[in-house]
């Protein structure tokens, strides 16, 4: 097993007698994307917090490459994970511009220095092709699509080396979707990330992932790459959650 | 102090060992403690040299039935504003009842107390001027100014929130799922919509209560009311210092037990508190 | 079967806010008795005013001015979040009953037994009957089959759907469409099923309507305008349906 | 296959140019404002406005009527009431602005304090606010204004003491609120220190509901002075107070009503404009 990116090692949170995580235990493959599906409740969400260090594990450690990651993280840690959250409407700060949002994150890290900010967030901008008069908006001024692309500008530009999407277009249209799902594509090639994404939708993991785990109450049930699950799911839950989902009816070729 | 300028040495070192203030610090604090604990009492009061908890109880009645006929007159004006406003909303109507809260913001309790004495006791004599009537009925009947005039105070806020409130659930899914189901506006209003403002509102009244016997004693100051009120001022311009600690303790005792009967009422009313896995 | 008078006919509906902002604009379909119509779009299409217009339940603020709505027969509504769709601090079953009580015009009694019938047609668990449950109790499933359980006690001619499976697990939403499309078969009622999922109206309803900003796009038979979509924006909708590859029969189910 | 990215192009009015125009479509916050500035512009000005002191007596003219003379007549003692009237509002206005500073900076820190960290920081803070909000308000103003003296000290004292608790208690449920929104965990993520986070991110979030609090809390504390005065315990004479004014009227209610009326009417004007820049405030926030 080639060493992991990020290896989540026999992981276990429980909020009192609710065990949201039981022993996880998942490697992130270097530059690759591993799909986490599961319905609502199985821990996904947790799973990603944990990673993020914004929740400390009961019990297992969280290790990004050699290094174990305690309960306080060090700057360097934390510049090394970021996270783009689902809701568009609350993962930007209603209160802050988008050139403060994406400044602030440039500058406690100390990626670019004072005089250069202002250049560094019209690039990134461009990268997630928002245009440059964004950056004296309020996020209020801009649409669901949007948002997220400014959300994940601002987790590329502390230049980190693994990037969690939680359920980032779940709450966007189909049509929009595709985008931000190309954009994160793109991403995740030219600057080399490696990516846990996590959704309810098998058709976005499909679409997005390399390698996929399934999670049901808590646990993790299946890992298998993403053409060998798709068509031979291991467990009767992969394939009960494959055949469930609704597809377009065979349309009688003329 | 209070032996007034002229008192002698020795008066005032009688004085002194009478109220237990020669004896050390820490020994003065037990007594008092125990004092509190053992029969309720803050010590006895220095003017009327008998205990202030006999003093209290005594006033209480007036005090009482007049924050509780105020409490009741403040629940259902609200009630009855806050449906009206509710239903029709953004009416003449509702504009009305919003505008309430603005114009009695500044509204001091004891003035708006002198505004009814005017109004209703000295032109239209509809009311007694003053004094909390010989007791039964006559007691309701001269403490219904004073009942308003507390009410008066409580009115706006609970209005506000609780019109706010149930716009909230009027808009709410399941109100649209009933209406959909075809159940009558009517029993949708009283049955479920009620039902769930009424919390938030309980609520309000509960932290108010403070703020109602405040105004309770303040009004009973403008009205002349024999009440703790009354107690609490004489107390002060004599400097009684363990009747305003006995009327402190009562008021707070007061207030906490209001508070945990809302909170046993909200267990009651809202299943989802009521003893959850 | 076309001169038969329709369960539902729009012509020319059209929804404006109070500023006279037009939301729907010259919305126009019927629904024979026992079809399914489903209603696509993306949000902001304005397919759930349309829907909530039919039932005369517009939200404050959102006024009809222009077009007519002919109805016959009575109908009933489901909607996208079950849980919010109850009353909180009122048990289910009281919540079912009461509906049969006021639209059956039955005793209290027998209102609570058609109830507990409905709830066995619906396949809720029995302890529903003995102990009061409230919905923050339930499953989001089964809250969903409460809330069909009160549009099935108005016995209605028509089931307007608004996205009932969009807020439920894949899984639980594969039951919901099939116990939503057996009712159908059983009970003959015809459907409007909103969604903003292609696949899932398309699998559902025999008609579609493709909405955009207010108006419909295209309308038609579904497997026809699935072969040859007309509009961009069909073709658009068309191809975001991430496809999944075929899924190879199992041995064992 | 990506949808082509909508250009951003309209005007961009200048801040102050949009905050103004905002502020002109909201008649509640316009009206409150112009209600108020003329009643501070008056105060302010009181000196030149009224031709007579307010403490002069004038025992030949006792209780006289208003008139040409005495716009809003004279009171026992024979001083002009409108003179009195706009005096008063300098004390009562500057006690009152004076007075919420503190508790609204307190308050709105623990509260923040309470709500994001939760657990042991909002267990003491809300045991704080629960002991004190059981007694009652005046209680503790009096007893407060017993054990310091009467006058602005004491006002001072107690407002500090419990002002800061109806701040607290909003700014607390905002802030745990606010604490699940994402934006919050993601400036976590970037490891921002809390400190940091509650100050740059909470503090611009809850400020406006904060103030919109405060301008009615000011009506309150007013009322609350005024209520002082009438008591005898809130400022010393003879400086005017509009407390003090209604107290002094009490006696001749039935003859001269306006002795007692016109302070009370000035407190309600007062509690009018506040009670409108609030809801005004709560509407531009609201929409924005």
New interface residues.
């Given amino acids: 097993m080639t060493d992991a990116a990020l290896r989540i090692d026999n992981v276990t949170v429980s909020y009192g007698?609710f065990v949201a995580l039981d022993r996880v235990s998942l490697d992130l493959e270097p530059h690759k994307t591993l799909g986490l599906v599961g319905?609502?409740g199985s821990g996904k969400s947790t799973l990603a917090?944990v990673v993020?260090?914004?929740i400390p594990p009961d019990e297992g450690r969280v290790l990004l490459g050699a290094e174990e990651l305690g309960k306080r993280?060090t700057?360097e840690?934390?510049?090394r994970?970021?996270?783009v959250?689902?809701?568009p409407d609350?993962?930007?700060?209603?209160?802050?511009t988008i050139r403060r949002i994406l400044g602030?994150?440039l500058l406690?890290?100390k990626i670019v220095d004072r005089s250069k900010v202002a250049d560094r967030c019209k690039e990134l901008l461009a990268r997630v092709?928002?245009?440059e008069?964004?950056l004296?908006?309020?996020p209020?001024e801009f649409s669901g699509g949007q948002r997220q692309r400014i959300?994940i500008a601002?987790a590329i530009a502390?230049e980190p080396s693994i990037l969690i999407a939680d359920e980032p277009t779940s709450a966007l249209?189909?049509?929009?979707?595709?985008?931000v799902l190309?954009?994160l594509n793109e991403l995740k090639s030219e600057l080399r990330l490696t990516m846990l994404f996590i959704s309810?939708?098998?058709?976005?993991i499909?679409?997005i992932s390399d390698t996929v785990a399934v999670m049901r109450k808590g646990r993790v049930v299946e890992i298998s790459p993403k053409e060998i699950f798709?068509?031979?799911p291991e467990t009767?839950y992969g394939?009960?959650?494959?055949?469930?989902?609704?597809?377009?009816?065979l349309?009688?070729t003329? | 102090m209070i032996l007034g300028e002229y008192a002698t040495l020795e008066a005032i070192e009688s004085m002194r060992r009478k109220l237990g203030l020669d004896l050390p610090l820490g020994e003065q604090f037990v007594r008092f403690l125990r004092n509190i604990v053992v029969h309720g009492d803050t010590g006895s009061s220095i003017i009327y040299e008998t205990s202030s908890r006999d003093l209290i109880l005594d006033r209480a009645p007036v005090t009482l039935l007049l924050v509780g006929m105020a409490c009741l007159l403040a629940i259902l004006l609200a009630l009855l504003l806050a449906i009206l406003a509710a239903t029709h909303k953004d009416g003449p109507l509702d504009h009305l009842i919003r505008i309430l809260p603005a114009v009695t913001l500044g509204m001091p309790v004891f003035w708006v107390g002198l505004l009814l004495i005017m109004i209703f006791g000295v032109q239209l004599r509809w009311f007694p001027v003053g004094g909390a009537g010989e007791g039964g009925l006559d007691r309701i009947y001269s403490l219904t100014l004073p009942a308003i005039t507390v009410a008066f105070s409580q009115i706006p806020s609970l209005v506000r929130s609780l019109r706010a409130q149930m716009l909230e659930v009027l808009e709410s899914d399941f109100v649209v799922t009933l209406k959909a189901a075809g159940i009558p506006g009517r029993v949708i209003l009283v049955k479920h919509v009620l039902r769930n403002s009424a919390l938030p509102a309980l609520m309000l009244l509960g932290v108010n209560t403070a703020y109602l016997i405040g105004g309770t004693l303040v009004v009973e100051q403008a009205f002349g009311l024999k009440g703790i009120g009354s107690l609490l001022f004489s107390a002060i311009s004599n400097r009684d210092f363990p009747v305003i600690q006995g009327i402190a303790l009562y008021c707070a005792f007061f207030v906490v037990v209001i508070g945990l009967l809302v909170e046993i009422a909200s267990g009651y009313l809202d299943p989802r508190t009521k003893g959850e896995p | 079967m076309k001169d038969r008078n329709p369960v539902v006919e729009l012509d020319g509906l059209t929804l404006a806010t109070r500023s006279r902002q037009p939301l729907v604009s010259g919305v126009s379909f019927r629904v024979e008795a026992g079809a399914s119509l489903g209603l696509v779009g993306e949000s902001g299409s304005g397919k759930s005013l349309t829907l909530r217009s039919i039932i005369g339940l517009l939200p404050s603020g959102v006024q009809r001015v222009g077009g007519q709505i002919r109805r016959s027969g009575s109908c009933a509504m489901i909607f996208q979040d079950p849980i919010r769709a109850l009353d909180p601090l009122c048990p289910v079953v009281g919540q079912l009953a009461e509906v049969v009580y006021y639209r059956q015009r039955v005793s209290r009694k027998a209102a609570r037994s058609i109830a507990l019938e409905l709830l066995e047609m619906l396949g809720l668990p029995d302890s529903l009957r003995t102990k009061d449950r409230y919905p923050h109790q339930l499953s989001g499933g089964q809250c969903q089959r409460i809330v069909i359980a009160m549009a099935l006690a108005c016995k209605p001619d028509l089931l307007l759907c608004d996205e009932p499976t969009t807020a439920l697990d894949v899984t639980v939403q594969r039951q919901i469409l099939d116990l939503i499309a057996r009712l159908q078969k059983e009970l003959g009622y015809a459907v409007v099923f909103v969604t903003h999922n292609l696949a899932v109206a398309s699998s559902m309803c025999s008609e579609l309507c493709v909405m955009k900003e207010g108006r419909i796009v295209e309308q038609g038979d579904t497997l026809q305008l699935l072969r040859d979509p007309q509009h961009s924006y069909t073709r658009m909708l068309m191809n975001s349906v991430l496809p999944l590859p075929e899924l190879e029969r199992r041995a064992d189910p | 296959m990506s949808s082509a990215q909508p250009e951003l192009r309209i005007r961009r009015a200048s801040k102050l140019e949009r905050s103004l125009k905002r502020i002109w479509s909201l008649p509640s916050l316009l009206w409150g404002c112009i209600l108020l500035a003329i009643l501070i512009a008056v105060a302010l000005l009181a000196p030149i406005i009224s031709p007579y002191h307010p403490s002069e007596q004038n025992m030949a003219a006792i209780l006289q009527p208003p008139s040409s003379e005495h716009w809003l007549g004279t009171d026992q003692l024979g001083r002009d009431l409108f003179a009195r009237l706009i005096y008063a509002a300098r004390t009562d206005l500057k006690i009152m602005a004076l007075a919420e500073i503190v508790p609204f900076c307190v308050g709105v820190f623990l509260g923040m304090v309470a709500g994001y960290y939760g657990k042991w920081a909002d267990a003491l803070i809300t045991l704080a606010t629960d002991t004190f909000i059981a007694f009652p308000f005046y209680l503790i103003v009096i007893i407060v204004a017993f054990v310091s003296g009467a006058g602005e000290k004491g006002i001072y004292i107690t407002f500090m003491l419990v002002g800061w608790i109806v701040y607290a208690r909003v700014v607390r449920g905002l802030s745990a609120s606010l604490r699940k929104q994402e934006w919050i965990a993601a400036a976590r993520t970037l490891g921002l220190p809390n400190i940091k986070i509650i100050l740059r991110h909470l503090l611009p979030n809850v400020l406006p509901q904060a103030v919109v609090v405060l301008m009615t809390d000011m009506a309150v504390l007013l009322v609350a002075i005024v209520t002082l005065g009438y008591l005898g315990i809130g400022i010393a004479p003879p400086t005017p107070d509009w407390g003090t004014m209604i107290s002094e009227g009490q006696p001749f209610i039935s003859t001269k009503w306006w002795l007692s009326a016109a302070p009370g009417f000035a407190v309600v004007y007062a509690g009018i404009a506040l009670s409108l820049i609030g809801d005004g405030l709560a509407d531009l926030w609201r929409r924005k």
């Fill in positions: 007698p319905e609502s917090r993020a260090g914004l993280r700057r840690q934390h510049k994970i970021q996270l959250f689902q809701n609350a993962s930007l700060n209603p209160r802050h602030e994150a406690f890290h092709r928002i245009d008069t964004a004296d908006r309020y209020h959300a601002r502390v249209d189909v049509s929009v979707q595709a985008s190309e954009l309810h939708d098998l058709g976005v499909h679409a798709f068509a031979r009767s394939y009960e959650l494959l055949s469930a989902v609704p597809k377009m009816p349309i009688p003329k």
